[in-house]
């Protein structure tokens, strides 16, 4: 089973549109971090949350962590082209050995110009 | 600002033999961890490594060993190597003193072919 169940695993958008990802636990999350992942590219580190209810806004990106930190959310604002990729959200469980990252099945984007 | 370095970025073998993966980790970063990702997978923990002592063990097969060296870079051993251990290989760093550990930094991969 996932611990981190992602949602939609595919979301095609025409350019201009808004769009929110999920991320869903019923493990507590010490933290929890989004990165964007291109083809046969490395991870990058988008943003991490760390306090219940945090909100963090990366220019069009706004990110959620729920109070419970058990989930969290990316919202994109009209979504541009350059926004396509694939989206991971990753964890450190609070009852796990620290560091180690559970990895969300990403969520796969793909803007329309 | 220097990113994670890992070499070699390709890596081509054939079955049963050994690959040897390195990854040298942002400056002043102490921690390094290791995650394979298959094709369409979401990257899955390895190992990791604190001041050059192993902090955790994720899924690793007992025929991969690590370790991370004095200069804090780090080497993934592989033998006896599989159809199945072709991937994506990963490295991340993080700085455990920072207070920010969990941030991890990954590298570009290696990508890593058993024929």
């Known amino acids: 089973t996932q611990l981190l169940e992602q949602s939609p695993q595919f979301l095609s958008i025409q350019e201009g549109e808004n769009l929110t990802v999920y991320c869903n636990s019923s493990?507590?999350?010490?933290?929890l971090q989004w990165y964007r992942q291109e083809p046969g590219e490395g991870p990058v580190l988008l943003v991490t949350v760390v306090t219940g209810g945090e909100v963090k806004k990366l220019k069009r990106l706004t990110f959620q962590f729920g109070d419970a930190r058990k989930d969290s959310s990316l919202h994109i604002t009209a979504a541009q082209p350059g926004d396509t990729g694939l989206y991971l959200c990753?964890?450190?469980?609070?009852?796990?050995?620290?560091?180690?990252?559970?990895f969300g099945k990403g969520t796969k984007l793909s803007v329309k110009p | 600002a220097a990113g994670v370095i890992q070499s070699p970025r390709h890596l081509i073998k054939e079955k049963r033999e050994t690959a040897t993966l390195k990854c040298y980790p942002i400056p002043r970063h102490d921690t390094v961890y290791w995650y394979q990702q298959g094709p369409g997978q979401d990257p899955q923990f390895l190992i990791s490594?604190?001041?050059?002592?192993?902090?955790d063990k994720g899924s690793i097969p007992d025929r991969f060993s690590a370790q991370q060296f004095s200069d804090y870079h780090s080497e993934l051993n592989m033998s006896s190597l599989e159809l199945g251990d072709s991937a994506l290989y990963f490295c991340?760093?993080?700085?455990?003193?920072?207070?920010?550990?969990?941030?991890?930094?990954f590298g570009p991969g290696t990508r890593l072919t058993v024929l």
């Open positions: 490594f604190y001041e050059k002592m192993q902090s």
């Open positions: 990753a964890g450190e469980r609070e009852d796990g050995s620290q560091g180690n990252l559970i």
């Open positions: 493990s507590v999350f010490s933290s």
């Open positions: 991340a760093s993080s700085s455990g003193t920072s207070g920010r550990a969990y941030e991890q930094f």
